[in-house]
Nanobody, 122 residues
Framework: QMQLLESGGGLLQAGGSLRLSCAAS????????MSWFRQAAGKEREIVSS????????YYADSVKGRSTISRDNAKNTLYLEMNSLKPEDTAVYYC???????????????WGQGTRVTVSS
């Protein structure tokens, strides 16, 4: 069983940057595809970015493409998300999640963190 713990959220200004981290424990981190999802108030949870087991394949949602970087450090069991040029519409609770297959579907993720809130003010 894997445990995931996000950190790095907070109140940020539009145009600024954020760096989220997700520390994993309880299972072999490198065996999992890792992703960031987010859920804004009143909306469904959506994929933000995904990274394959060793980082060779990356996925970015159109809404964050070009201003986000996902990365992982398998030696440190940690997932990262860097995002710049923040917009108010980036406001959401951000979750990291783990799955054994290469997928962006919410329902196919096995483990979830508790989420970290990101608020972007204009």
């Amino acid at each position: 069983q894997m445990q995931l713990l996000e950190s790095g959220g907070g109140l940020l200004q539009a145009g600024g940057s954020l760096r989220l981290s997700c520390a994993a424990s309880g299972d072999t981190f490198a065996n999992y595809v890792m992703s960031w999802f987010r859920q804004a108030a009143g909306k469904e949870r959506e994929i933000v970015s995904s990274i394959s087991w060793r980082g060779g394949r990356l996925y970015y949602a159109d809404s964050v493409k070009g201003r986000s970087t996902i990365s992982r450090d398998n030696a440190k069991n940690t997932l990262y998300l860097e995002m710049n040029s923040l917009k108010p519409e980036d406001t959401a609770v951000y979750y990291c999640a783990a799955t054994r297959s290469l997928t962006t579907l919410v329902k196919e993720y096995d483990y979830w963190g508790q989420g970290t809130r990101v608020t972007v003010s204009s």
